[in-house]
C-alpha cells in the first residue's frame, strides 16, 4: 500500500468561495458530477487501493436528503 499525506485543510478549503457563490441547484450538479467520476473510476481507485471523498457543504447536504438519485450514487459508491 502507499502511503499518502494529507495536509489539515484551511477554513478556506473546507467551503472554498467559488462554492459559496453557487445555487443550492448549481452545487448539486457538482456534487452529482463528482460522484458519477468516483462511480466511472471506481474499479481503478480500488484495485489501487485509493480512496477518494467529496466534500459537501452543509446547505447541499440537507438538500441531498431529499435528492433520490444522489442518495442512489452514494450508495453504490464503497
Known amino acids: 500500500m502507499k502511503n499518502i499525506s494529507h495536509r489539515l485543510p484551511s477554513s478556506t478549503d473546507i467551503n472554498p468561495p467559488y462554492f459559496e457563490g453557487l445555487a443550492i441547484n ?11 467520476l468516483l462511480k466511472e473510476w471506481q474499479h481503478f481507485l480500488c484495485n489501487d487501493q485509493i480512496v477518494a471523498s467529496v466534500n459537501i ?4 447536504l440537507m438538500v441531498i436528503q431529499r435528492d ?3 442518495r442512489r ?4 459508491l464503497p
Open 26 to 36: 448549481q452545487r448539486l450538479h457538482v456534487v452529482h458530477e463528482q460522484l458519477m
Open 73 to 76: 450514487l452514494i450508495t453504490e
Open 68 to 70: 433520490a438519485p444522489i
Open 57 to 60: 457543504d452543509g446547505p447541499t
